[in-house]
Nanobody, 126 residues
C-alpha cells in the first residue's frame, strides 16, 4: 500500500519562504510523476506543480511560476516544493499526489493522481 507523508508547512509572513517535503513508501516511486496541489477553504483543489518520474520535466500553475520550484530525489523517494515570495493568496493546505499511471506527464487535474498525503497547512500573513 502506497503512503505519502508531507511535512514542512507552517506560518510565515508575506515575502517569506517554506520548503515542503513529501516522502513516499510502498510503491515504485521512480516510475511515477508527482505533483503538489493546494486547497483553500471553499475552493477546489488546484494544481501547483508537477514533475515527471525522471525529474527532467516540470510544470507549474501560472500563479506560482517563477516563485516555486518542484524537485525530487528518487534515491530518497521524496519530492519537494521550494516556495519563495509567498503571499496571502498562497494560504492553503498543500497535498502531494502520486500519478495513477507510470511514466506520464504530470496531470494538471487532481483526478490524475491515485494516492495522496494527508496535507500540510501553509499560512501566509499579510
Amino acid at each position: 500500500q502506497v503512503q505519502l507523508v508531507e511535512s514542512g508547512g507552517g506560518s510565515v509572513p508575506a515575502g517569506g519562504s517554506l520548503r515542503l517535503s513529501c516522502v513516499v513508501s510502498g510503491g515504485t516511486f521512480n516510475a511515477y510523476a508527482m505533483a503538489w496541489f493546494r486547497q483553500a477553504p471553499g475552493k477546489e483543489r488546484e494544481f501547483v506543480a508537477g514533475i515527471r518520474a525522471s525529474g527532467v520535466r516540470t510544470l507549474y500553475g501560472d500563479y506560482v511560476k517563477g516563485r516555486f520550484i518542484i524537485s525530487r530525489d528518487n534515491a530518497k523517494n521524496s519530492v519537494y516544493l521550494q516556495m519563495n515570495s509567498l503571499d496571502a493568496e498562497d494560504t492553503a493546505i498543500y497535498y502531494c499526489g502520486l500519478a495513477r499511471s507510470t511514466y506520464t506527464t504530470p496531470d494538471r487535474h487532481w483526478s490524475g493522481y491515485g494516492s495522496w498525503g494527508q496535507g500540510t497547512q501553509v499560512t501566509v500573513s499579510s
